[in-house]
Every structure is written in C-alpha cells, then in structure tokens.
Nanobody
Framework: QVQLVESGGGLVQAGGSLRLSCAASGINFMVYNIRWYRQAPGNERDLVAELTTGGNTNSADSVKGRFTISRDNAKKTVYLKMNSLKPEDTGVYYC???????????WGQGTQVTVSS
C-alpha cells in the first residue's frame, strides 16, 4: 500500500521555525522526485519547493532563503525546514512524490501550519 504521511505542523509565532516530515512507504523512494505544496484556505495548492533524485532543488520566490527541502533515502523521508516564518506561510502543507519515469504521483494527507503575527 502506498502511503505518504506528513507530520511536524503546528502553531508558531512569526519569526519562528518548524520542520515538516513526510515518511513514504509502499514505493521505490529512490526513483521519485519530491515536492512540497501548500494550500491556504480557499486557494489552490501552490508549489513551495522541489527536490529531484539528482539532487537539484527549486523553491518558490516567496520562500527562497527561508525554506530548505531535503531527503533521507535510508529513512524514506523528506523534510521541509522552515525558518523565519511569516503569517502568509499559513496553510496546509502536502508532500508529493512523482515517479521520474512513469510520472505517477502520490499525495500525503497534509499537515496544518499556522503562523501568528
């Protein structure tokens, strides 16, 4: 059974930090590119950061210099370290795994991040 489980969300004051985790099971983690998305209330899901199997990273302009994406292949886990959080970072954060060859995608259930001013 394919499963992506996010954790690490919560309530934090502006300027604080959180680290989100996404644990994968049921897939060959090594062949999947990983993305983090977030969705604010009433909005579409927006791409936050991406990490490919080749080690390349990309991030949205709004989080550059503040968020860092990484992965631990042995633990089949991807992380999103978020520093200097702002109220506009509030939303539900989802991890996405996309097979680099077949393009098949899997989604986690999401974890809530709330940043107070």
């Amino acid at each position: 059974q394919v499963q992506l489980v996010e954790s690490g969300g919560g309530l934090v004051q502006a300027g604080g930090s959180l680290r989100l985790s996404c644990a994968a099971s049921g897939i060959n983690f090594m062949v999947y590119n990983i993305r983090w998305y977030r969705q604010a209330p009433g909005n579409e899901r927006d791409l936050v950061a991406e990490l490919t199997t080749g080690g390349n990273t990309n991030s949205a302009d709004s989080v550059k210099g503040r968020f860092t994406i990484s992965r631990d292949n042995a633990k089949k886990t991807v992380y999103l370290k978020m520093n200097s959080l702002k109220p506009e970072d509030t939303g539900v954060y989802y991890c996405n795994a996309r097979n680099r060859l077949t393009k098949r995608e899997y989604w986690g259930q999401g974890t809530q991040v709330t940043v107070s001013s």
